[in-house]
């Protein structure tokens, strides 16, 4: 017995049906975005072997629609040996180690000697038995995301040698966790460590007592106005009385909120003592 009424029927069937159609639309919508995305899916039977792709893998690769029998190592053969054995270890891995997935970014010959990358978001299908028996997922291409991220890391690291050069030290306070991160030569200058988020209290504990007031209304008022701040101000833990002179942008999220502050604080005790003196 299903233990169903006969009057349940038809709502089993709506409810079925309406299953149906949910899948479908989702699954229209995913064969869109991978469309936009230049990417394809693939299926992986561990069992037999057989490896297939859809259409868009000729389109965007030139790769055939099915492999026989190849296996992980057909998954993987448009990627360059420097790189095969790797990734087919990886997924290996994940297969033998129970894990339901894996995520990796494999590269792929392109023109000339140019390497074009994707990424490979795969499920692991497995038996009650926790056997590996079917890999299905994606493969989307990311080489324009990952140039426009060397690009990125580039810039990243001419600001960072231009600071060191100039003895600056760089900083970003997080609005929304309350948090700074200082490069090296800025937390050496305020005498708290570098690379890891620290509380802006922590950060501001450090400021001379006489000064932290005005550079926290100082901060208060750019945020609120969304401009620029400039400052002149002392640190002061413990060790001698430095001079920081400090400037700021404030930088806003896509809806327009303030999220953070971006700035630059540098070392001007020379500067005042020699001002000092001349007066």
């Given at each position: 017995q299903l233990g169903l009424r006969r009057a349940d029927a038809p709502e089993v069937h709506r409810q079925a049906d309406q299953l149906i159609a949910q899948r479908e639309r989702a699954s229209r919508r995913a064969e869109l975005a991978l469309s936009l995305a230049g990417g394809f899916f693939f299926d992986l039977d561990l069992v037999t072997g057989r490896l297939s792709r859809d259409a868009r893998s000729s389109q965007v690769l030139e790769l055939p629609s099915e492999d026989s029998a190849g296996g992980l190592e057909a998954l993987f053969g448009a990627v360059p040996e420097f790189a095969r054995g790797g990734a087919i270890e990886r997924a290996s891995r994940a297969r033998a180690d129970g894990s339901g997935s894996f995520d990796l970014e494999v590269p792929v010959a392109g023109e000339g000697e140019a390497?074009?990358?994707?990424?490979?978001?795969?499920?692991?299908?497995?038996?009650?038995?926790?056997?590996?028996?079917?890999?299905?997922?994606?493969?989307?291409?990311?080489?324009?995301?990952?140039?426009?991220?060397?690009?990125?890391?580039?810039?990243?690291?001419?600001?960072?040698?231009?600071?060191?050069?100039?003895?600056?030290?760089?900083?970003?306070?997080?609005?929304?966790?309350?948090?700074?991160?200082?490069?090296?030569?800025?937390?050496?200058?305020?005498?708290?460590?570098?690379?890891?988020?620290?509380?802006?209290a922590t950060y501001l504990a450090q400021i001379h007592p006489d000064d932290r007031d005005r550079v926290e209304r100082t901060f208060r008022e750019a945020i609120a106005d969304g401009g620029s701040l400039e400052m002149v101000f002392r640190v002061d833990f413990g060790q001698a009385v430095r001079w920081v002179r400090s400037a700021g942008r404030i930088e806003r999220n896509d809806r327009g909120r303030t999220v953070r502050v971006a700035g630059v604080n540098w070392d001007i005790t020379a500067d005042i003592e020699a001002r000092d003196r001349i007066a």
């Open positions: 390497l074009r990358y994707f990424r490979l978001l795969a499920h692991i299908e497995r038996d009650a038995a926790g056997r590996a028996l079917r890999i299905d997922g994606m493969a989307i291409e990311v080489t324009e995301a990952r140039r426009v991220w060397r690009a990125l890391e580039r810039v990243s690291t001419r600001v960072e040698l231009a600071a060191e050069a100039g003895q600056l030290g760089l900083y970003e306070l997080d609005l929304r966790a309350d948090t700074v991160v200082q490069t090296p030569i800025g937390a050496r200058l305020f005498g708290l460590p570098s690379g890891a988020p620290i509380p802006v």
